[in-house]
């Protein structure tokens, strides 16, 4: 089983719409299990069940319940976990150990992106090397936050998925939807968004093996 976790100090920037549409993509590979550790607010169980006409390949379940003894964990290939956000250093820190991968989404926003030093900092401090930043959301072109928050990371030497997810109205359709980001009908940019994760699932899988 691969624990993949999605995880960032500031809330808002694409947690949830990661691992959703990173289960719906998973589960053609493998069993795939979306666990949704955000118990207040419970949008990853609410995307997926609210759609009752809609078949997901994977299966939902809540945090609670997967900590359960009884929770047979190894039916599955893979787990995504979705996280409340604005965890502590130490969580952040043991949730990284615990997990193949961490994938820590941002929008390329400047306060998305102070968000995004205080999520990397107890990582680096503790020397964790398993995660990556997903810069997420990215307004299309003249505009150039994506281009120039890539090119900070990658002064600062910080590992991040090779492609960004662009911005789309057909993410919050899909989330309104209760359906995969690639069900969406009437909207290219859907499809532009589920190729998009798929580049990213091409490195999660090489990160996980
Ligand atoms: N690629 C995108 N294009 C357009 N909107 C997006 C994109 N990614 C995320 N969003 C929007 O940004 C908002 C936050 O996304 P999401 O709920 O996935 O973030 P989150 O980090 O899980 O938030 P929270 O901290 O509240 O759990 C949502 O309204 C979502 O539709
Ligand atoms: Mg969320």
Do not use: C
Not at 4 to 32: F, P, R
Not at 134 to 144: G, K, Q, Y
Request: net charge negative; glycine share 6%.
């Amino acid at each position: 089983m691969k624990l993949i976790s999605v995880a960032s100090e500031k809330g808002g920037v694409g947690k949830t719409t990661t691992a959703v549409t990173l289960a719906a993509h998973l589960a053609v590979k493998g069993n795939t299990l979306l666990v949704d550790a955000d118990e207040r607010l419970q949008s990853a169980s609410k995307w997926t069940s609210k759609n009752a006409g809609y078949t997901w390949a994977f299966e939902t379940t809540l945090y609670s319940n997967f900590t359960r003894q009884t929770f047979e964990r190894d039916a599955y290939d893979f787990v995504v976990l979705d996280t409340k956000g604005g965890e502590g250093q130490e969580e952040l820190v043991d949730l990284a150990r615990n997990s193949a991968l961490l994938i820590v989404p941002t929008k390329p926003d400047g306060v998305s992106a102070d968000g995004l030093v205080a999520t990397l900092a107890p990582l680096i401090g503790h020397d964790v090397r398993n995660y990556r930043v997903l810069i997420t959301d990215v307004p299309p072109a003249p505009n150039a936050d994506g281009l120039d928050l890539r090119l900070e990371l990658d002064r600062a030497e910080i590992p991040m998925f090779s492609r960004d997810i662009r911005h789309a109205v057909a993410v919050s359709k899909a989330a309104r939807e209760g359906v995969s980001v690639r069900d969406v009908k009437g909207d290219r940019y859907a499809k532009l968004v589920w190729l998009d994760y798929e580049v990213v699932v091409r490195e999660v899988m090489r990160d996980v093996r």
